[in-house]
């Protein structure tokens, strides 16, 4: 319930009606909260959208401290935009490039990025060692790709694009970065040759993603020669499965979808809020039976 008392958590964004985090959050701090049995146990926070428009960035931050807000989320467009408002900046948001949470500490914003850790925490049952990975796309998203796929301890990373300008700029960014990764660029095309040894597989793209959903990352000829031994790990959520993930089902590979991500990200940022262990099944299951999925 709603008191006096509640402090206010939330995501900014523009637009901000589409986000699934207010309803994953809720969900999680009701849960929090059903048979507490003293008041000091109680959770006492409420989770709410925040539309911001990217020319009111600085002054919506700014308005959020003073109105008490705890901390929020931080999605698109803003992402990038808010790294130089916040008084701290983590390491790996700094490496990433992008801020996808924002706690408050004595001196103001802090920033970091739970992205990285939600996309490696499906992966962490897995001995990575020695393993190539092979990443479609070098947008946002695949910069926490590239750094999770770093964190379990892979031997090589390769990440495949379109545009050979961006490319390189993907790479030199690594280079200059407060974690350097050894990584491997190349145009889309060598998915061919890539294919064959490797034991992750990510899509980063939208491709697949609803409305588009008969469209897969790769052809035919590629997804006949994903190994059962192959992690087949899409970034998408909707649908669930994408086509991308049914492909590769079929050659007995294992598949993980998007909706995995996107639970233990928001997981790992409610923690860091509320300072205790919050209920992820909660969080995956009111996603999914949003989603209709269950
Ligand atoms: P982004 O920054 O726009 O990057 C998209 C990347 O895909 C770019 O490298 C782009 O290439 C490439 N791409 C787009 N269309 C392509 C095509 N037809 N052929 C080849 N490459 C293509 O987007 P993002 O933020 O990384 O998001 C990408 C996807 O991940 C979205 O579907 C998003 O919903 C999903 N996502 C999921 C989670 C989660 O928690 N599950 C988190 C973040 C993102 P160019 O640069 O050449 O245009």
Known sequence: ????????????GDPISHSLSPLMHNAAIQAMNTNIINEQEKVD??????PVQSEKLSEAIACL??????????????????IPLLTEVSAIAQAIGAVNT???????????????????????VYDWANKTAVILGNGGSSRAVVAGCHQLGMKEIHVLGRNPAKLQQFLDSWQNSPLPINLQVHDWREINNLINHCSLLVNTTPIGMYPHVDQSPV??????KISPNTI???LIYTPNPTLFLVQARQQAATIIDGLEMLV???AIALQLWVNRPVPVG?????????LGLI
């Open 45 to 50: 926070y409420v989770y709410l959208p925040f």
């Open 264 to 266: 233990q990200q928001g």
């Open 232 to 234: 087949v790990y899409d």
């Open 65 to 82: 401290a003073n109105i008490g807000v705890q901390g929020f989320n931080v999605t698109i467009p803003h992402k990038q935009a808010i």
């Open 102 to 124: 924002v706690y408050l500490t004595e001196n103001g914003w802090a920033g970091t990025n739970t992205d990285m850790d939600g996309f490696i925490a499906p992966l962490k």
């Open 219 to 224: 052809s035919e000829e590629v997804i006949n």
């Open 1 to 12: 319930m709603i008191t006096g008392k509640t402090q206010l958590l939330g995501v900014i």
């Open 282 to 290: 909660i969080m995956r299951q009111s996603l999914q039976k949003h």
